[in-house]
Structure formats: C-alpha cells, structure tokens
C-alpha cells in the first residue's frame, strides 16, 4: 500500500500539524548547521500556500526527566523559521488543552519529547496531538525509524494523513535505488566499523550487484582473506560474518592501501600493497590502485548507494581514496543516493553536493531502510486510513 502524498489532501481552511525533524546542532542557543530546517521549509510552505493553518512539531536532542532542559527549547528553532518563512513563527508551551490557529498561521509546538509520552508512543499524548489538527503531516525522515507519539501513535487519531515533500522524496529516492534498482546496483560501503552496518551488509549482499569496502570495515574482510593489517582497527569476532558476506556477494578486496603508525595532523601515509603491511602500522585509507578499481565499478554502475568513508578522510593525508570515490559517484550517469552523517560531511568537503542524486538527511533512519527494515514512521502512513 503507498503513502498519501500532500497534494492529495484536501489543506484550504483546515489545520495541517506537520512533524518535521528539526533535530539541529546547538552551541548554546546558536544553531550551526540549520540544513534540517531548510529542508523542512518547502512542506510548510505549500501548505500554507493552499490555505492551511500550520502547526509544527519535532524534537530536539535528548531531554532527561528531572533535569533542567531548557537548553534544549525550540525557541532559537522558532527564531530561524520567522527568518525563513517571513512571518511570525510562535513558539506554543502549552497547548494540551488545544490552540488557536487560524489559515495562513504558523505554531512552532516545544521540543515534544518535554512531554514524557512521546518516546513511549503514549497514547494520550497521540490523542492530544490529533487533537490540534485536521491532517497529519509526517515530513520527519530522520525520526522514521521511531515509533513515537508524534510520528506513529497521532497517526490512529486523525482522519486524514500523509508523507510531506522531504519523507516523500526519501522513500521515492531509496525505493528508485533498492526496490527496483537499474542494474548493476553498486553499494560503496566504508567508515569505521562493520559492527554498527553488519545488518546492511547482511541486506544488500543479496540486493546489489557488487559490494566495494573502504574504512575501517574492509580491514575485517582482508583479515577474515589472511591478509594481515598490522596494528589496524579490526572486529576479529566478526570474522565469520565477513567470511560469508563475501562468499554470498561480489566484493572484490583493497589491493593496495595507506598507512600510518600514528595518526595525527603531522602524521605520514605510507602506500603499501595489501600483503605488506607492517606490524606497527595502521591501515588509515584504501591505496590509489584500489581506488582506481573501485571508481572504474561505479563508472559502469546504474544504481549507485553510498554510506561511509574510505579512510579517515578527517585529515587531509588520509583523504585521498574518499575523494577519488566520491568524484566517481559525482561524475557516474547511475543513479546515486548517499546517506550518512560523515558521508554527508565528505560530501560537503569535496564539495560535491550537486552532482549527488540524492542524499538522504537520516542517519540511523537511512541505515535502516538500507538494512532492509521498514521504518514505523512510514508503516503507520500506510494503515492510516
Ligand atoms: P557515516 O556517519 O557516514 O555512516 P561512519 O560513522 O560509519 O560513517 O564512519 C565515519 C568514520 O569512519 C570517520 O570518522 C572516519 O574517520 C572513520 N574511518 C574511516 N576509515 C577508517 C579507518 N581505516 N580506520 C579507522 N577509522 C576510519
Ligand atoms: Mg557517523
């Protein structure tokens, strides 16, 4: 079953609650990246363009019960979407007992998970946001993979329901490359380790075409092949699944790789071919010829996927496999999606942005669509009647 989408929705005259993830980094009351709310704009905006009253919810951080959070208020939120959207965004505290909210009118609600029933999918917290409002918007893609009052328990309570522009575009662009993918489908996968993207490598071993390993992660796969990597990161008890990622999938192994005995702004990369790495160094990056390899794959590929760096691509000597990569995917005709909070800063580094199909604003929720899982954000658009 698909997902409503916003232009199927009756907005004129009505009171449209829109759960966005306006989740951004703070230094005290200064936001210092504010791409969330940018990309949350365009939702807020056609709704009121066709006539629709606005209410906004979304969390920030991690409140703690009993402590003092009012460092994590929506309020300097508040101040950056009146900039953006040119007309009086007020924040509303307390709102339980309803709101006033005429057409044309936006309410920012406070950081919702104040409310001590909204990670446990409280059902009356549900009902009193269902309450606020004539349609539910979810544009939240980052909080997805949550099943939370504000983004799956509202859902039971409102007639009428559906994705945003930013969610509909998430699912249109990951389902484009994992569904029904133009083949060969090519996942580039790096970063530190595999523990954390086992389930993805688990998920598109069977779906993609063939599997390219950078990071910290392909040093488990050379040591699980008898390479040895010296001093490098490594998770030896993952050895066995390594083994059987690679014996279910095309995953061709770095043949040459970077090195370094310490790692600091200072520090020298050494280029060694795979079997010769020494016993005191680290493996911090995959070497020119591997990187060559790799970006010939992409080159040929239809569907593109990428999480992860190659190395650690923070420090300008290690950086070189990341780019190589990235600049493939950038000049590839295959569709290409990327996701990732440190795939997304390389991004940025390399300056690549445009040239990127699509890049996903969910970590962990671009992670777990990626694992295969379906996300109850988005399952509960598709029950909601
Ligand atoms: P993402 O946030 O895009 O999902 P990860 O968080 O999994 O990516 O991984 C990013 C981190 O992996 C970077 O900080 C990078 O320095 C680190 N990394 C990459 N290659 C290596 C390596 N060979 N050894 C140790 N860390 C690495
Ligand atoms: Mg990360």
Not at 115 to 138: F, P
Not at 292 to 310: C, D, F, L, Q, S
Request: aromatic share 4%; charged share 25%.
């Amino acid at each position: 079953m698909r997902v409503n989408k916003l232009a199927d929705i009756q907005l004129d005259n009505r009171r449209v609650l829109i759960r966005a993830d306006l989740n951004v980094p703070l230094d005290g009351t200064t936001i210092t990246n504010d791409l969330r709310i940018r990309a949350s704009i365009p939702t807020i905006e056609f709704a009121l363009a066709h006539g629709a009253g606005v209410v906004v919810v979304s969390h920030l951080g991690r409140p703690k019960a009993g402590s003092d959070n009012t460092h994590l208020s929506l309020q300097p939120v508040a101040d950056r979407l009146r900039l953006m959207l040119n007309r009086p965004v007020n924040l509303v505290k307390e709102w339980t007992n309803g709101l006033d909210l005429g057409s044309g009118e936006v309410k920012l609600l406070e950081n919702i998970r104040f409310e001590s029933g909204e990670t446990k999918n409280d059902s009356d917290l549900a009902r009193s946001l269902a309450s606020l409002c004539d349609v539910y918007v979810n544009d939240a893609f980052g909080t997805a993979h949550r099943a939370h009052a504000s983004t799956h328990g509202v859902v039971e309570y409102v007639t009428d329901s559906c994705a945003g522009l930013l969610l509909a575009s998430e699912i249109e662009a990951l389902e484009r490359a994992l569904a029904n993918p133009k083949r060969p489908l090519v996942a580039v996968l790096g970063g530190s380790k595999i523990s954390g993207k086992l389930e993805v490598l688990h998920n598109l071993k069977n779906v993609a075409d063939t599997l390219l390993v950078g990071g910290g992660m392909a040093n488990t796969f050379l040591l699980a092949a008898g390479t040895p990597i010296g001093n490098s990161l490594v998770e030896s008890e993952l050895i066995d699944d390594a083994r059987a990622i690679r014996q279910a999938s095309d995953l061709p192994l770095p043949v040459d790789v970077m090195t370094a005995e310490t790692i600091n702004d200072g520090s020298h990369a050494f280029l060694r071919l795979t079997d010769a790495v020494r016993s005191q160094e680290s493996i911090v990056d995959i070497g020119p010829e591997t990187a060559r390899r790799y970006a010939k794959v992409i080159a040929e590929a239809g569907t593109v996927i990428w999480n992860g760096p190659m190395g650690i691509f923070e420090y300008p000597q290690f950086a070189d496999g990341t780019r190589v990569v990235a600049d493939a995917i950038a000049d590839s005709n295959a569709f290409t999606l990327a996701g990732g909070g440190d795939t997304v800063a390389a991004i940025e580094q390399f300056d690549i942005s445009d040239r990127i199909d699509y890049i996903s604003t969910g970590g962990g929720a671009f992670l777990e669509f990626i694992e295969g899982k379906s996300l109850p954000g988005i399952e509960a658009l598709k029950r909601s009647k």
